[in-house]
């Protein structure tokens, strides 16, 4: 932690460069070195070392989380930020950490993680609130490019990627993510942990994608038969799901229950039928 104590104060970077936090762009800047600290052990999980890891930060802001990954020795952190004033803060940091730290100008929803860093690749962000689960959707589409991402949201997106069938919080996103990741929720962060305090608590969840993910079935059509069946959720299947034309008898499926009421495996099973037609 030597290097941390040389660095001046979050408090000072903020007021040194201005940075007022931007409702526009989802910016709640956490500034507690401990949570911080938590956030990145968390990741770690068993390992002690990220030297063999391309981390990503998304948003950094003032660079609290972007200070506690680099005391982990990364191989390479990509910090992704739009905001023209925190990228000014956090090169400040380069003359610490020097060729550890690459920082990109960039709306994150435009990245593509293929092109960036060298694999196995990491993604630990405190995410803008305003894109976070549209980000999420994007890396599930890249999942067979990321180790692990341990990100933190709104509780309430937290609630709908873990949450079971037959709850009030399953839902589209629920099932794509529990598809294609092991899901483990890490734990809520109070809102007076951020500068400014939104009006929510944080959740911070860990996802692993799952292993040898097979090519079928293709994502689209997850999205397809997800968003039919969740479009009318108080609907039956039969009646959701009847422009997709699928045999759900012969799926083993009761055409009576409702989209909340399916299992991950059960939406994979009807995604499978849409290919196969």
């Not at 809520?188 to 009006?199: E, K, L, Q, V």
Request: aromatic share 6%.
């Amino acid at each position: 932690m030597e290097r941390l104590d040389k660095l001046i104060p979050l408090r000072d970077v903020i007021n040194r460069y201005g940075l007022t936090a931007k409702k526009s762009l989802g910016q709640h800047f956490l500034l507690d070195r401990n949570l911080n600290d938590r956030i990145v052990n968390r990741a770690l999980g068993k390992n002690v070392d990220l030297s063999n890891y391309t981390i990503i930060e998304i948003g950094p802001g003032p660079g609290g989380l972007t200070r506690s990954i680099l005391e982990c020795n990364p191989r390479e952190l990509i910090a992704i930020e739009k905001d023209t004033r925190c990228i000014k803060a956090i090169s400040d940091l380069k003359a610490e950490y020097k060729n550890k730290l690459v920082i990109k100008q960039s709306n994150a929803l435009n990245i593509n993680l293929s092109e960036l860093g060298t694999k196995p690749i990491q993604i630990i962000a405190n995410l803008p609130y305003n894109i976070g689960a549209p980000l999420l959707i994007k890396w599930l589409k890249q999942a067979h490019h990321i180790n692990q991402m341990t990100l933190m949201f709104q509780k309430e997106v937290v609630d709908r990627l873990i949450a079971k069938p037959s709850s009030k919080a399953y839902g589209r996103l629920s099932v794509i993510t529990q598809w294609l990741c092991h899901t483990k929720f890490e734990f809520d962060i109070n809102s007076r942990a951020f500068t400014p305090p939104p009006n929510v608590t944080s959740s911070l969840i860990t996802l692993k994608p799952r292993p040898n993910i097979t090519s079928k079935p293709k994502f689209e059509n997850m999205e397809k038969v997800t968003a039919a069946a969740f479009g009318q959720r108080r609907k039956m299947l039969r009646t959701s799901l009847k422009s997709l034309d699928i045999n759900m008898i012969a799926l083993g499926i009761n055409p009576k229950l409702r989209a909340e009421n399916l299992t991950v495996e059960e939406y994979v099973s009807l995604a499978n039928a849409i290919e196969e037609k």
